[in-house]
């Protein structure tokens, strides 16, 4: 029984390998172009010497755009790894045109929405596979949870992607090592200037962007140190940003337990709990 149901859960498993391919390629191109870009902190003091700036170097900015179209290709794939399970468990032949248009995994937050539409939806699915779908329903968690549910997560970005426009990307600082520290003529210049006036600024992942500012009472001698800046690109879906390779990771590993789940029949289903326990 195992071997069959796992014969037709083999498609979806490939669509969610296809898209962890992406997450892959998208952790790629951001290495590649970081390696040629090299966006890095350039320190500048001013004519008069009384203040000083840090900012990002000059660079060509990420496309963004692109690496949105590769995203948004890893969630269709996964989208579509959920309704191709279900086509594998309906019986095809028993389906009307107009029916078959309507078969798909479904997401609903809202109970009321099962009891009115799952028949239509999984019509031609074994009542042993509904009854598992079921089990996997946003609603099913407590109201609180339910927004937060990958799967809501998951529809919700596939959505976007196909019917309005390219999903939002996002570049952010995502770690800054600092060894810093602004010199001054001699001793007595630099006990003037303690405590110093520094202004750290909102980072991000744009040409000259201003990183610290400050300024001093005595002439600046130089501005010394050791910087390392680490980006990650990413979205927000609704609830923080999240990077690229993190998303698809976690999307793809929780698809991947609702189709051993649905197709295959897990402890967790002989117990009746929801996948994520």
């Excluded at 669509?15 to 590649?32: D, M, N, S, W």
């Excluded at 009384?50 to 496309?63: A, N, T």
């Excluded at 479904?106 to 074994?126: C, F, H, I, M, Y």
């Excluded at 050791?226 to 927000?236: E, F, K, M, S, Y």
Aim: aromatic share 6%.
């Amino acid at each position: 029984m195992e071997s069959i149901e796992a014969d037709r859960a083999a498609w979806a498993v490939a669509k969610i390998g296809r898209a962890r391919q992406h997450g892959l390629e998208l952790q790629g191109r951001l290495a590649t172009w970081a390696a040629i870009a090299n966006p890095r902190p350039v320190a500048t003091i001013s004519s008069d010497r009384l203040s000083w700036e840090v900012r990002l170097s000059k660079f060509d900015p990420p496309p963004l755009l692109e690496w949105a179209l590769i995203l948004g290709d890893a969630i269709h794939n996964l989208r579509a790894a959920l309704d191709v399970l279900v086509w594998a468990h309906a019986d095809e032949a028993g389906l009307t045109t107009g029916q078959a248009k309507s078969i798909a995994f479904p997401v609903w937050t809202d109970e009321s929405a099962w009891n009115q539409k799952a028949d239509r939806t999984l019509k031609g699915v074994p009542l042993d596979v509904v009854a598992r779908i079921r089990q996997c329903q946003p609603f099913e968690r407590p109201a609180e949870e339910r927004s937060s549910d990958p799967l809501v997560i998951l529809s919700d970005l596939d959505n976007r992607d196909k019917h309005r426009l390219a999903l939002t990307t996002i570049a952010e600082l995502h770690e800054a090592k600092w060894q810093h520290a602004v010199e001054f003529a001699d001793e007595e210049a630099s006990r003037r200037n303690v405590p110093p006036n520094v202004t750290v600024h909102s980072a991000c992942l744009e040409p000259s962007a201003l990183l610290l500012s400050g300024t001093t009472v005595d002439p600046v001698d130089r501005v010394a140190g050791n910087r390392a800046l680490t980006w990650q690109v990413g979205i927000d879906p609704g609830n923080g940003f999240i990077g690229f390779a993190q998303l698809i990771e976690a999307l793809a590993s929780y698809v991947l337990t609702v189709v051993a789940h649905v197709a295959i029949g897990s402890a967790a289903a002989q117990r009746g709990e929801h996948p994520t326990g």
